[in-house]
């Protein structure tokens, strides 16, 4: 598996942070009683409740990633919580096969 990562930081946030535009994607969203949690990587938006945990033993070959939202058979975005401050931000990135 290679990983493509910058390591850059993106903060994580909340759902009224989100353009009006960004929100209408998340319509089963509710924000009166959901946790946000949503990160913006290369122009779209994730919500971090969507991705697959990956515990540290996993056998994706992602080990040291918390999660991971496969776009195809042979791709996926994974990401990991921040060392210095994992409530507010998290490192994203690519993996392939």
């Known amino acids: 598996m290679k990983i493509i990562t910058n390591g850059k930081v993106s903060p994580i946030l909340d759902f009224y942070q989100l ?42 070959g992602a080990k040291g990633w918390q999660g991971v939202e496969c776009q195809s058979y042979f791709s996926c975005i994974i990401f990991k919580y921040a060392a210095n401050n994992p409530e507010s931000y998290v490192i994203m990135g690519r993996a392939h096969w």
Do not use: A, M
């Open 19 to 60: 353009t009006e535009k960004e929100q209408k994607g998340f319509d089963y969203f509710d924000p009166e009683n959901d946790i946000g949690d949503f990160v913006r990587y290369r122009g779209t938006v994730y919500h971090l409740g969507e991705f697959q945990y990956c515990p540290p033993d996993s056998d994706l």
